[in-house]
């Protein structure tokens, strides 16, 4: 299993539009084949920094949901929307793997 972390940098002022973005990809990894984790948004420190963390089997299992992105209907209007809003000014996308017993 992997793990995409995802640091956003976000505008501090579109918040509300970005948590909107948010619950739209939720539902869509999940249908995709992956296990989201949830979104977190500023609370306390700093005021423009969101994370996601989400799971897939491994990482080909991800780069076959990443391909899949682009034919997908709810994949383009959620990142259509996105260009609208423009409430994302950078991410980073790292990948992590669990230590299990």
Avoid at 74 to 92: D, F, G, H
Wanted: charge should be neutral; proline fraction near 5%; glycine fraction near 4%.
């Amino acid at each position: 299993m992997i793990t995409c972390y995802l640091k956003y940098v976000i505008d501090m002022h579109k918040i509300p539009e970005f948590e909107v973005y948010a619950r739209r990809w939720i539902p869509i990894v999940n249908r995709m084949g992956g296990a989201h984790h949830g979104y977190f948004l500023p609370h306390e420190g700093a005021s423009n920094i969101a994370y996601a963390l989400f799971s897939f089997p491994s990482l080909a299992a991800y780069e076959d949901y990443r391909n899949r992105m682009a034919g997908d209907d709810e994949c383009v209007a959620t990142l259509e929307l996105e260009k609208r809003n423009r409430s994302i000014i950078s991410y980073e996308r790292s990948f992590m793997r669990p230590v299990l017993d």
